[in-house]
């Protein structure tokens, strides 16, 4: 099996395979300081060096420079305007400085390995599945980690069919939603820990009127504003109980990026068929 599509559990067959397939470790010193093993030269300014060494790791696994220097343009075009060619400087001398080390240091990934599989994260595979389920409307504000539910979803808006609303607040977000979907427009919002809790009245305002709502909630560890780029599930417990009042409520906790996009898709048919209460992740 290729170790790229294994679960994180199967770190220790993916270990093996590397051994057994005669991979060759390569100590590289970060520093720029002199060691008897390879030493780089730091980029004039740090930020650039993980883009530096970024394209030290495609030279020595055969990574196309081509689909790299297409990912870095689109990720900074909307930068300082000189950030896109620094980066594209960054990563092209990385590339040449990997290509002036020795052949073993040089082991192109098995060609075809991928074949058949896409890149994507937990937040894309959510919109995947949310489009695929016949989303018709989605509103949120703003708040990592569940930003990029909407960046994946708004440029596929017109395409597919449904509206992207980008609100003033947590508040109106999850208002918007429900009046979305009470009129009969399969919706979703998304958010994380201190935005929800600002949604938790909109929350028992669907459970009273039985209007079905998927609510993406991206937990991020901590209470408050907590750790805005990190991800973790302590606030299952919150989102369950959320809300006054008694009325059904649905979690999906996915374990995987497959998950949530199955999941996702289960919690709107959930949603239609019961036509009662919120579904949260």
């Not at 093996?16 to 390569?26: C, E, N, V």
């Not at 808006?157 to 980008?166: H, I, K, S, W």
């Not at 609100?167 to 935005?195: H, K, L, Q, R």
Request: hydrophobic fraction near 40%; aromatic fraction near 10%.
């Amino acid at each position: 099996m290729w170790p790229f599509q294994m679960k994180p559990t199967e770190s220790i067959e993916a270990l093996s395979w590397i051994r057994a397939s005669s991979w060759r470790t390569k100590k590289i010193d970060l520093s720029g300081e002199t060691r008897p093993h390879a030493s780089v030269k730091r980029p004039d300014d740090a930020r650039y060096f993980n883009v530096f060494f970024l394209g030290v790791l495609a030279r020595a696994l055969g990574v196309d420079s081509d689909s790299l220097r297409e990912a870095l343009t689109e990720f900074f075009v909307g930068h300082h305007p000189d950030a896109v060619q620094k980066n594209l400087d960054s990563l092209e001398e990385g590339r040449q400085w990997a290509s002036s080390q020795p052949d073993h240091m040089h082991r192109p990934l098995p060609t075809g390995a991928r074949k058949g599989f896409c890149m994507i994260n937990g937040n894309e595979a959510i919109a995947i599945g949310a489009m695929s389920a016949g989303l018709k409307f989605f509103s949120f504000y703003p708040m990592t980690p569940a930003t990029s539910v909407a960046n994946t979803l708004a440029p596929h808006a017109a395409t597919m069919g449904f509206l992207v609303e980008q609100a003033e607040d947590e508040i109106a977000a999850i208002n918007m939603a429900i009046g979305a979907s009470f009129a009969g427009a399969p919706s979703m919002a998304a958010t994380s820990g201190g935005g929800f809790a600002l949604m938790t009245e909109a929350v028992s305002l669907a459970g009273m009127t039985e209007t079905p709502i998927v609510i993406v909630v991206a937990q991020r560890p901590g209470p408050s504003t907590g750790l805005p780029t990190r991800t973790e599930q302590g606030d299952l417990e919150f989102v369950l109980h959320a809300g006054h009042g008694e009325f059904p409520r649905v979690l999906y906790a996915p374990g995987s990026v497959e998950e949530c996009f199955h999941l996702t898709r289960e919690a709107f048919l959930m949603a239609d068929e019961e036509s009662g209460g919120p579904y949260s992740f």
